[in-house]
């Protein structure tokens, strides 16, 4: 859910605005208990899927009493980028209390709070009050209910409890997981996962992403970051591969997952098959070729990400580490070979200069020597592979070349992938 991004400028409002705390329609939670005869004081009208309930005037002093212990907090401004301000103890409506801050991107921020109805944990996405980010919130959480409606088990996509609308702000509400595989990794010094974890983490994306594109929907943002572990538990175990003299204290000693579940989260970019698919979407190092060429997307682009994560949980790192696309494009072409010349003909207006004769335009149209670099030291895809798998590897690097091939209509489905024998395989040897 971290992502870093450039503050976006958020227009203040005039100086002489009214500072006093603004009326607003108090939420359930936020109403104290009445005897029944008191109820008919309140209109209801639907907020997300609870009601609020605004009180008349003559009935505020009930509030004043009734909500001290769990009362909202003193009305704050947000700043300057639209995001919710906070203190941790805060109460966010009487329901959930703040208990820490969990991650901060463009949408806004995670929160970590306690449930008292539920007396537990939840983390919610309180998104800022800006118009396009509110409508982004509304349609991930059309995604989130159509997602657990079918999948009643919870097991693939995190799970949503709730949602509101507080103080200008969409709030909705998840169950806690554990850290995202990015998070993991950095912690782990980017050190890479055993073959027989990746195989196990792979096999859950896969199911994830075979069962969204099966309700007609693309994630289209897939990446370390936007899937958690279930759990934070953790196991240490040697790390034979670093010299016990190594001057960082316990850096000959990595972390395992306890248990290797997973769920992905974060469907704020994702699509409906039948939408307009003409814009760039992904982040940058997960950003399929037909993206990046202006070509058109589909649910195949949710496929190259898998191989591009598949890749960095391997090794520890991106596979394409770059902020510019003709470079991208270029380590591709070292990684996995050249373009198709039926898709370098096809490339729209923005990307025309990428191509020049017919074929890529590098190194003559690197902008440095260091990118030239940057491409040059790239090895193969298989010998990538090779260097941090000891078994498997035949299999694994024959998944991925079908997970990365640039023609999205020759690259594998979700589907297909999970019938490779780098997956089925595995399920002979253990029933043998």
Known sequence: ?????????????????????????????????????????????????????????????LFVKGVARNGSPPWRDDDKDGHYMFALGDNLTSRYKIHSKMGEGTFGQVLECWDRERKEFVAIKIVRGIKKYREAAMIEIDVLQQLAKHDKSGARCVQIRNWFDYRNHICIVFEK???????????????????????????????????????????????????????????????????????????????????????????????????????IVSTRHYRAPEVILGLGWS?????????????????????????ENLEHLAMMERVLGPLPQHMLKRVDRHAEKYVRRGRLDWPEGATSRESIKAVTKLPRLQNLVMQHVDHSGGDFINLLQGLLRYDPSDRLTAKEALRHPFFTRDVHRRSS
């Open 1 to 61: 859910m971290e992502m870093e991004c450039p503050p976006t400028e958020f227009p203040h409002t005039t100086h002489m605005m009214d500072r006093r705390p603004r009326k607003r329609p108090r939420l359930g939670w936020d109403v104290p208990q009445l005897p029944k005869a008191q109820i008919g004081m309140f209109c209801g009208q639907d907020v997300g899927n609870v009601t609020s309930y605004a009180p008349s005037d003559h009935t505020s002093s």
């Open 177 to 279: 997981l554990g850290p995202s595989l990015y998070d993991f990794l950095r912690k782990n010094n980017y050190r890479s996962f055993p073959i027989d974890l990746v195989r196990e983490l792979g096999r859950q994306l896969l199911e994830c992403v075979a069962f969204m594109h099966d309700l007609r929907l693309i994630h289209t943002d897939l990446k370390p970051e936007n899937i958690l572990l279930v759990s934070p538990d953790y196991v240490k175990i040697p790390d034979y591969k670093v010299s016990p003299r190594s001057p960082k204290d316990g850096a000959y000693f990595k972390r395992l997952p306890k248990s290797s579940a997973i769920k992905v989260i974060d469907f704020g970019s994702t699509t409906y098959e039948h939408q307009d698919h003409s814009y």
């Open 299 to 323: 649910y195949s682009c949710d496929v190259w990400s898998i191989g591009c994560i598949l890749v960095e949980l391997c090794s520890g790192e991106a596979l394409f580490q770059t902020h």
